[in-house]
């Protein structure tokens, strides 16, 4: 653990660095408040630090304050130093934002046992942060697949339609769903149609690029949104996508199997500013149309054609056809 | 014969500064070896704040020198420039010259006497 010592005396700083490296610390020395912030407010900055009160340029007391205002980092358990002894002293200390305070001149064994104080409070924050982005990854992502669940994927959506319409650029939406996958479950088991999907998961990820999205839009449908993508490249990247999920078997615990993907394809500079659910149903259509033409291919929903022929009605994820 | 103040306390307690590095008489050596040099400087510089009548430049000298005699175990010392730091702080400006001198006196003292005990200590 890295710990930061501010203190302008250097007698006192050389004692301090010594005891504390002792015990297993990676020791950042200063000499003057200032000084001290700097280090204090990077972003991989010491945790924990040893404040003097009275140091040149600004005092222990300043230092906390300064930290504490500053709401974008990590906790830093801040200890101050002090020959200091009036309680109100000790009070304006503590209400300055410091955790703690030791009296000089110090007794080793005491300065480190409140350090260790002052590390259960970090492992007890550290911990806390855990749970809070495992239960943020968990709202968001797809607990089988880890891609985004359907309330993000479609939030995302939206977001990027209008960020495409702004920027008079294009945004590819895909909705693909994988064939025949009742039957895996079915005859392979529900175990191994998780494997399929999870595998299916990897290689669309692996298909698209770092600023795309990739969602779980129901049962083995999947809703894949391409950032700024030419329309002339649209066609192109989905069949990419398909390949992607046929071109070899994905290996499960009861064998290889061949799982196909079919795509409906929808290029959002083609439509101008739609809602995203009116587009949603027109690339669903588009799906619809690839079931029907066979499967594992690709269709693309055209304005024209939309207009011209009879839309179903926009359908559930959890389709009965596969 | 370590160095012994007006009133025959040890300057330096060495007993203690020794608990207080934790037996490691390597760090105890250099510490004073960084005491003898800062020392010094920091008297220089409060007897120009003494002589100027700063006040507030006197009580945060006094003070750095009260926490480091203090680490020290050098608590005559410490003492004397807690005092000093005292009047600083309630202003009392016509004293400062003579507890300064005092003060000095003693860590003047302590200074050239340090060695020596600094060689019992080595054994």
């Known amino acids: 653990m890295r710990i930061l010592i501010a203190e302008d005396d250097p007698v006192s700083r050389r004692l301090i660095q010594k005891t504390l490296e002792r015990d297993g610390y990676e020791v950042v020395v200063v000499d003057n408040g200032r000084l001290a912030l700097e280090k204090l407010c990077t972003s991989d900055g010491p945790r924990i630090a040893l404040l003097d009160w009275v140091m040149p340029e600004l005092d222990g007391p300043a230092v906390c304050r300064k930290v504490r205002e500053n709401k974008q980092q990590s906790y830093v358990y801040i200890m101050l130093l002090t020959s200091k002894e009036a309680k109100e002293d000790v009070i304006a200390g503590l209400e300055s934002g410091a955790d703690d305070y030791l009296t000089k001149p110090f007794n080793p064994e005491e300065m480190k046992a409140r350090l260790r104080a002052g590390l259960r409070i970090l492992d007890l924050e550290d911990r806390l942060i855990e749970a809070r982005e495992d239960m943020r990854f968990r709202a968001t992502h797809d607990p089988l697949t880890s891609l985004w669940n359907r309330g993000v994927i479609l939030e995302l959506l939206e977001r990027e339609l209008i960020r495409s319409h702004r920027e008079r650029a294009s945004t590819a939406i895909l909705l693909g769903d994988l064939d025949h996958f009742k039957q895996v479950n079915d005859t392979c088991g529900h175990l191994a149609g998780d494997e399929v999907l999870r595998e299916t998961a990897r290689r669309l990820l692996g298909s698209v690029r770092s600023y795309d999205f990739v969602g779980r839009y129901g049962g083995e449908e999947f809703l894949i949104v391409l950032s700024n993508c030419d329309p002339t490249f649209g066609p192109a990247r989905a069949e990419e996508i398909r390949k992607a999920i046929s071109q070899r078997p994905m290996l499960t615990a009861v064998g290889p199997l061949s799982i196909t993907m079919s795509l409906g394809l929808l290029q959002s500079q083609e439509w101008g500013l739609r809602p995203a659910g009116v587009l949603l149903r027109e690339v669903d259509a588009a799906l619809y149309a690839a079931k029907e033409a066979g499967r594992d291919c690709v269709s693309v929903a055209r304005p024209a054609q939309a207009i011209a022929e009879h839309v179903p009605p926009f359908r559930q994820p959890a389709r009965q056809q596969s | ?123």
């Open chain 2, 1 to 123: 014969m370590p160095p012994h103040t007006k009133d025959g306390s040890n300057f330096i307690d060495f007993g203690e500064l020794l608990t207080r590095v934790e037996n490691d008489r390597e760090l105890l050596v250099d510490l004073i070896s960084v005491f003898k040099v800062e020392l010094p400087k920091q008297l220089a510089a409060l007897r120009q704040a003494v002589e100027s009548a700063d006040a507030q430049r006197v009580a945060v000298l006094a003070h750095t020198l009260k926490g480091m005699l203090s680490n020290l175990a050098a608590h005559q010392a410490a003492a004397e420039a807690s005092r000093l730091e005292q009047l600083a702080r309630a202003g009392e400006v016509s004293a400062l010259p003579g507890v300064f001198s005092s003060f000095s006196t003693d860590a003047t003292a302590l200074l050239r006497e340090v060695d020596s005990s600094l060689a019992e200590v080595r054994g």
